[in-house]
């Protein structure tokens, strides 16, 4: 449960918030469960906060610092974070569905079985995220960069990923069913198990890894591959 004096602080909004955590630097703020819809958070300073099953649906946090963040569980649900700062927070579980997250930082964040579908991505910093069986379906994540990010069994079904770097990412198992992977480079990646049907890989970079360390084509890919150029 929040404590009630941090509640009380961050309910005058984030320019309020920001001169309070500056006179309490050393204070670890507990605003697990707080209902915080529709709140004004522009460029508030949350870092390392324990937002745990918060309610920020709604929420205006751009360009909010969420980094090391607790909120697994929250529901971020039509939420405006772009050029949030999320690098290695706790999203597990996290709803961010239809959410704006354009150009947000998500390095090395746990993102893992976290609702992201229609969510907006676009330019968004995925690289080395944990993103194990989250629902990305029907999310814009055109020119994202997921270098290394894990996304094993992952539902992608109508994603968009333009242009997207998905280099050495772990997809074992992830659905692409109907994606747009065009101009997407995907040099590195192992494609075990991975469902392309109907994706779209025009002009993209389908080489994968065969385990070894030596970039092998993948059948199923250079196939879609040569529709594309036709």
Known sequence: MA???????????????????????????????AVLTEANLFEANLFEANLSQANLSWANLSWADLSWTKLDRANLSKANLNGADLSAADLSQTNFSDANLT?????GANLSRADLHLSNLRQAKLSWANLIEANLSRACLAEADLSGANLSGADLRGTNLKGATLRDAQLRGANFRGADLSG?????????????????LKGATLEGSNGKGVAVPHPE???????GRS
């Open 3 to 33: 404590n009630e004096k941090h509640l009380a602080a961050i309910q005058a909004g984030g320019a309020s918030w920001n001169q309070w955590r500056k006179r309490h630097r050393s204070i670890p703020i507990d605003l697990a469960g």
């Open 103 to 107: 150009r947000v930082d998500l390095s």
């Open 184 to 200: 997407a480079n995907l040099t590195g990646v192992d494609l075990s198990e991975v469902d392309l049907s109907k994706a779209k």
């Open 221 to 227: 890919l250079l196939h879609h591959h040569d529709e």
